[in-house]
């Protein structure tokens, strides 16, 4: 083995080897207009390139559309640039010399694989071959039977080889298997009967059922997760996330050290439950408009949208009734000059057809113009109305967070009130309660609880403000892009149109113009 | 009831006489027209209700119980009291005289019965039975209710009966039913009093109300397009106005002359309006959750609303527990009228009720009555509750056969004529091509110009199920169930010839390559297909002059073959495939050998992709090379500039047409050849028809009962077979020999003595046992002889009578078993002598004995 092994050059895949390869696989004409013509990589779905002593995998990338690509029996000893070959949905690497699996991450598809005949030792780096269905890894250094629990993740595999690997041996190996993947139709080549299927599910019982436990729950917490992304996402678009709730509030008291020492304060601690409970609904309020306003802007968008569609959709049955009128009336014109009896008929006729053209060109750039103008205004109309929405619920959210700000400002006095009263006690000795010490520290002097308070007042303000300015550049930029994306669309549209019309017309023209050259030939 | 008392009461003075003399003309004429309309085809015209056999009926037809004369008293007792309160009304229609003579009340003849058909468990089929199972009779006097009511057995036998027999009749199937129901005796029009449809038109013919489809477009949006600015001159537009509005007044004076016409087609007005008396059926709400009351007209089976102007009044409803008297003003015809029967000032109740009015009845009390009706000892139950209860009905059980119900009308054929329309009805398997209902509908009231002829069939094999004959396009339409050979549906067609003008559909489920139409003309043929995976949906062929063209169509596949000029297909938009790579429609020339292929539209594009393919006609030129040049395909790709598409893969797609072109010719072959096919199916269908039998109906079905009576036989067969076997009175014997095959002489000989002498113990033991109980018999009878003498004295007569009873059974005892003794110790050298010979006979001892 060592020996023919080492009287064989090791090949790298090149350009030569590609084409070469490529050619082999077309059928004979085909591979001489192909030649001709040159093949472009990106048109080659199917790949074989098995016997050819490839050492390393190269100069695959440019095959973007690929979905087969065989390189077995040669000497590849790692997987690696495959990364590219994203639509692969067959792979075969069997009678290499890989030993570790890897590099597959990004070939989703894939259905089928093969390492049959490696020196694999650890079934591991697959998780995102979810669609894989046949996976063959016959004789490799696989030990341990546990490694077979990695391929319950896979749940559309249906085919398993494992033969001849040492796990083999094991006498529970069939059995354990069966009972870990229970969707498994054939292993190892063999249909799995249903009789061995009860059999082995009633003997791991005890160690599958764990398992499928844990994978359940793995799969509510996942989808737990989700559902709040999700709703966090909706949040999000609405521009009131974190509203519903206390969040805002419990923010702007987290980075305060000075308001934490100062809830001690007699009397606060109520002050603060209360400050909180109307903080958290005024919150709430901003909350719940923010979505049913959300809802409203979606209401628009889609309103108008649909006004654009149901316009589009008749201006284009408008204008494919022209086409088609046209195409029927000019059905045999080509042929009528192309045969023409005599050259001043065929002229006279050719004219005529290209007077025609020209008046379909008209109409047609006539329709376009239409629908432009019309569309414009239609989109002017939207952008106001968009302005309009956007600024009430600008003013709303304002009037609102003014509120809070209200809120703020009287907890803000009646903190310094209290505190002051405090100080005055705590000057006079009258105190009824134990402090902590550093809130005796604050209760030294007047200024500086008054700067204390102050502080952290200062700190909440400025966290009201933030969210508030959070929500009004959201929405203008919600506005923005969206009356952007409007005007946009409208204009591509309209280039997109008229470049149609002007190809459209070019290639009748066109056809007139070949016509031509036949025409006093005959 | 106002206006009908003041018009009798016009009439009353002085004229009664002659109105009723110009009745019964109106009668008479109206017996005839009548005649005529119902067409009952040389039957004598005057059924002799007198001279029906009444022999034959049960006694409670001819005798009243004496809960009957009780109700018949408080009957009397109720219309005096009636007849004093409200002198100005007809008298009530309450215990007219039965077919025996006897005068029964009304309820009673109401026999609920719930008869054993899936049909008759539902309101309409009961009344569409009734109204075709009888035939129609008019009244004696049409302003008077009949002074005689026959049991419904007797109008079921004789199948003919006037409104109050139809009425009482369908009021106890409906009542068997579960229905809540009542039979009215009332006022209605001449139309409905003498079954004269001839002015409505047919049900059949009616078209279903299309629903008005709105609130679905009616969302405004505000953006919408502002229309174009409108460059027509307004004063043009106002000119053609004006002529438009001209033309069409014009139009509406002709029209409304036209109507003038139609108008004079109207009846005059009838003298008897109001008065005509009619019985007819009320199903209240509530019950078989029927939503709303309704009336039935027994004699079409329809039903009418309660506010139909066709009802004119009602006297008193019944059913087979009670009477009510309508009180309420019938000025407005039936239409203000509440039938809340509980409502004693509305209605005024025969038999008054304590506790309970009927309506609140709970229904598992009513379902056990309803149980308990047939056996005839009904209404035990309920009494308590009333101070008088109904007596049963006298009526026997409602019976109709099975054949009876199939065959409907008498002579299983009924004709009812519409507005324009004659609706024929047959019973199934009456006629030999399965028809059970024609419709013919003319163009004129006299019905002398058909328009179109559609018939209904029933059990057909090829599953025929309607046939249309328009006469005046002499198209003819056949419609299909589902299950014919080949999925037909609907077939329309001036004639079966090939070739012609035909519009075949088909159950595209049915179908492998789901067509679902196809239209034929001499050259043309449109396949419509539904559901396909390659998304299919049209297939148009052109074909060419036979002969002419044959050398440009290929020749080997058969001659006679019309050749194919153009195939084109057009597909629906496959979403999965980009709009410019999913065909949309090809079109093979195949004379021309040039194909087109148009691609659907992309997304807000207004031109279609195009590709035009000419194959090369210089293919074969340099051999069997064909080479791809740039001329042989013409592209259009719509909205993209660069036309280098590669010559391979046009090549790839010119040679995947080719292929497909050429099963395609293949596919248009095979749709000629079907379409051939079924034409020749059909008209064989239609030469001989056949009609499935169910395999239940063992009545119709002769080739299943023979079946199943041969299978009977055979199964007696085998069993007497069996029976015959079992017995084998040697096998024992020959069990102990051992080998049944190989039997030596002695062994022969030894089975036959071992026989023998069996029989001999049997029949001594026989002996033995008889003598010995004969012996004991006459033991008893001594040991009782003794006892008897010993305490004679002592003896009651009872116990002496007892004894002597036993003595004599004893001695009878005693005899029979000396005579059997007798006939034993007779019989058994007989039996053995019998044996032997049978022995000797017998196959397998034969050869053995026979030398012996």
């Known amino acids: 083995m060592s020996q023919l092994y080492n009287s064989i050059e090791p090949n790298i895949i090149d350009d030569e080897m590609v084409q070469k390869a490529i050619e082999e696989q077309c059928p004979e004409d085909i591979g001489k207009l192909a030649k001709r013509e040159g093949i472009n990589l990106k048109d080659v779905t199917e790949l074989q390139l098995g016997f050819r002593n490839i050492l390393q995998i190269d100069n695959l990338w440019q095959f973007e559309n690929l979905t087969k690509l065989q390189l077995d029996n040669n000497i590849i000893e790692k997987i690696e640039a495959l990364e590219s070959l994203v639509h692969l949905v067959w792979l075969d690497l069997s009678f290499n010399n890989i030993e570790v699996i890897e590099g597959l991450d990004t070939l989703v598809k894939l259905q089928d694989l093969s390492l049959y005949n490696n020196r694999i030792s650890k079934i591991e780096h697959m998780d995102t071959l979810q669609e894989l269905q046949i996976f063959s890894i016959g004789k490799n250094n696989l030990t341990t039977l546990e490694d077979v629990i990695y391929l319950r993740r896979f749940k559309n595999l249906r085919t398993l080889n494992l033969t001849g690997n040492p796990l083999c041996h094991d006498e529970q190996y069939t059995l354990f298997v069966v009972a870990h993947l229970p969707d498994l139709v054939y292993l190892d080549f063999k249909l799995v009967s249903d009789t061995t299927r009860e059999v082995a599910v009633l003997k791991y019982q005890d160690l599958t059922e764990p398992l499928e436990h844990e994978e359940a729950q793995a799969l509510a917490q996942l989808e737990e997760n989700q559902a709040k992304q999700k709703e966090l996402e909706y949040h999000k678009t609405a521009f009131v996330e974190y509203l519903n709730g206390s969040f805002l509030f419990d923010s702007m008291f987290a980075e305060d050290t000075e308001a934490a020492k100062l809830a001690y304060l007699p009397g606060v601690g109520n002050l603060l439950q209360a400050y909180r409970t109307e903080f958290v609904s005024v919150c709430e309020n901003l909350f719940n408009y923010g979505l049913k306003e959300y809802e409203k802007r979606e209401a628009e968008v889609s309103d108008f949208y649909e006004g654009l569609h149901e316009a589009l959709t008749a201006n284009q049955q408008e204008g494919r009734k022209i086409i088609l009128d046209f195409e029927n009336r000019n059905k045999r014109r080509l042929d009528e000059i192309h045969s023409a009896s005599s050259y001043d008929i065929a002229e006279s006729k050719r004219a005529e057809y290209k007077e025609d053209i020209l008046q379909l060109s008209e109409a047609l750039m006539t329709l376009e113009m239409l629908i432009a103008d019309q569309l414009e205004e239609l989109i002017k109309d939207f952008k106001g109305n968009i302005a309009v929405i956007a600024s009430t619920f600008i003013e709303n959210v304002k009037g609102m967070m003014t509120q809070c700000r209200d809120l703020e400002n009287r907890y803000h006095e009646k903190l310094l009130e209290i505190s002051i009263t405090t100080l005055e006690k705590s000057v006079k000795n009258q105190l009824d309660e134990d402090l902590p010490a550093d809130v005796r520290m604050l209760l030294v002097d007047k200024n500086t609880i008054v700067n204390a308070i102050n502080a952290s007042h200062g700190i909440r303000l400025l966290k009201i403000a933030k969210r508030e300015s959070d929500i009004l550049s959201n929405t203008y930029r919600w506005q923005a892009s969206v009356t952007e994306k409007a005007f946009q669309n409208e204009i591509d549209r309209n280039r997109d149109r008229v470049r149609e019309i002007v190809q459209y017309i070019d290639n009748l023209q066109e056809e007139l113009d070949n016509i031509e050259i036949l025409g006093p030939t005959e | ?745 002695g062994q022969a000989l030894r089975v036959r003595d071992d026989c023998l002498t069996d029989l001999k113990h049997r029949l001594i033991d026989k002996a033995n046992i008889i003598q010995a109980r004969f012996e004991k018999a006459v033991e008893e009878l001594q040991k009782k002889n003794q006892w008897f003498q010993e305490n004679h004295n002592q003896l009651s007569a009872e116990e002496e009578d007892d004894f002597l009873t036993c003595c004599s059974e004893i001695a009878f005892r005693i005899h029979i078993l000396a005579l059997r003794l007798n006939r034993e110790k007779q019989t058994a050298p007989q039996k053995y002598l019998a044996l032997e010979e049978k022995l000797r006979k017998d196959p397998r001892l034969a050869e053995y004995l026979g030398h012996a």
Request: aromatic share 8%.
């Open chain 2, 1 to 745: 009831m106002e206006v009908l008392e003041e018009k009798e009461e016009e009439e009353q003075t002085g004229e009664e006489l002659k109105a009723l003399e110009i009745s019964d003309n109106l009668q008479d004429v109206e017996m005839k027209v009548s005649m005529e309309q119902v067409c009952v085809p040389s039957d004598v015209p005057d059924f002799d209700w007198s001279s029906i056999d009444t022999s034959q009926l049960p006694s409670s037809y001819k005798i009243n119980s004496p809960k009957e004369k009780k109700l018949l008293h408080i009957a009397d007792h109720f219309l005096q009291q009636y007849t004093h309160l409200c002198p100005d009304r007809k008298p009530l229609f309450l215990h007219p005289v039965n077919e025996c003579g006897v005068e029964k009340f009304v309820s009673t003849t109401i026999r609920p019965t719930l008869l054993p058909y899936t049909e008759l468990y539902h309101w309409d089929g009961c009344a569409s039975f009734v109204s075709d199972y009888l035939t129609m009779e008019p009244l004696k006097s049409p302003i008077t209710p009949p002074s005689s009511l026959y049991s419904p057995t007797t109008i079921l036998k004789y199948q003919k009966g006037n409104c109050f027999d139809f009425s009482v009749l369908l009021c106890s199937m409906l009542i068997g039913a579960g229905y809540d129901a009542y039979c009215v005796h009332g006022y209605a029009t001449h139309e409905i009093c003498s079954l004269d449809e001839t002015l409505k038109l047919c049900p059949l013919l009616r078209k279903p109300q299309e629903v008005p489809k709105e609130g679905m477009k009616k969302k405004s949006n505000k953006y919408r397009v502002k229309p174009p600015p409108d460059l027509q001159s307004k004063f043009e537009l106002q000119q053609e106005a004006k002529k438009a509005a001209e033309t069409e007044a014009a139009q509406k004076n002709k029209e409304r002359e036209e109507e003038k016409v139609t108008e004079v087609e109207k009846p005059k007005r009838d003298p008897l309006y109001g008065l005509r008396v009619h019985a007819w059926v009320l199903v209240l709400s509530g019950k078989r959750e029927v939503p709303e009351t309704f009336f039935i007209n027994p004699f079409t089976g329809n039903s009418h609303s309660t506010r139909d102007e066709h009802f004119l009044g009602i006297e008193s409803v019944w059913n087979h527990r009670n009477y009510w008297v309508n009180m309420q003003d019938c000025w407005n015809g039936c239409k203000d009228l509440v039938f809340d029967l509980s409502d004693a000032i509305r209605w005024e109740i025969m038999l008054s009720r304590i506790k309970k009015p009927l309506q609140l009845l709970s229904d598992a009390e009513e379902e056990k009555e309803l149980s308990d009706r047939d056996t005839d000892d009904m209404q035990e139950k309920g009494e308590e509750d009333m101070s008088f209860d109904m007596p049963p009905s006298w009526v026997a059980p409602i019976q109709i056969s099975p054949r009876e119900f199939e065959t409907r009308c008498s002579q299983g054929r009924k004709v009812i004529l519409y507005k324009k329309a004659k609706l024929e009805k047959w019973a199934p398997y009456l006629n030999g091509n399965g028809l059970v209902k024609r419709l013919t509908v003319y163009a004129d009231l006299d019905c002398t110009e058909v328009v179109e002829v559609r018939e209904w069939f029933r059990n057909r094999e090829d599953m025929l199920d309607m046939r249309e004959v328009n006469k005046q396009t002499q198209l003819t339409t056949e419609y299909f169930s589902p299950g014919h050979l080949l999925g037909l549906k609907a077939h329309t067609y001036m004639s079966l010839e090939p070739e012609t003008e035909h519009t075949m559909e088909f159950y595209n489920e049915a179908r492998v390559d789901g067509l679902q139409k196809r239209v034929e003309n001499d050259n043309k043929m449109t396949e419509y297909f539904v559901g396909r995976d390659d998304f299919l949906h049209v297939r148009h062929m052109e074909f060419g002059k036979r002969g002419k063209k044959i050398h440009l169509a290929s020749t080997r596949t058969d001659i006679n073959s019309r050749p194919i000029v153009q195939i084109k297909e057009c597909f629906h938009r496959n979403l999965e495939k980009p709009a410019d790579e999913d065909v949309a429609e090809r079109i093979f020339l195949i004379t021309e050998e040039t194909i087109h292929l148009t691609y659907h539209l992309k997304d807000k594009y207004i031109t279609a992709s195009k590709k035009d393919f000419f194959k090369a006609a210089d293919g074969d030129r340099k051999g069997n090379e064909i080479v791809m040049t740039p001329e042989m395909c013409i592209t259009y790709q719509a909205g993209s500039s660069e036309k280098d598409k590669k010559l391979l893969h046009l090549y790839k797609a010119l040679q995947q047409l080719t292929e497909e072109e050429k099963q395609l010719k293949q596919q248009v072959r095979q749709s000629e050849a079907e379409v051939l096919n079924i034409l020749k199916i059909r008209e064989n269908e239609e030469t001989a028809v056949k009609l499935t039998v169910s395999i239940y109906n063992t009545e119709r079905n002769k080739k299943r009962r023979q079946q199943y009576e041969a299978m009977k036989n055979t199964m007696e067969d085998e069993l007497l077979g069996q029976e015959e076997q079992d017995l084998d009175y040697l096998a024992p014997f020959l069990i102990q020999i051992g080998h049944r095959k190989k039997m030596t002489k």
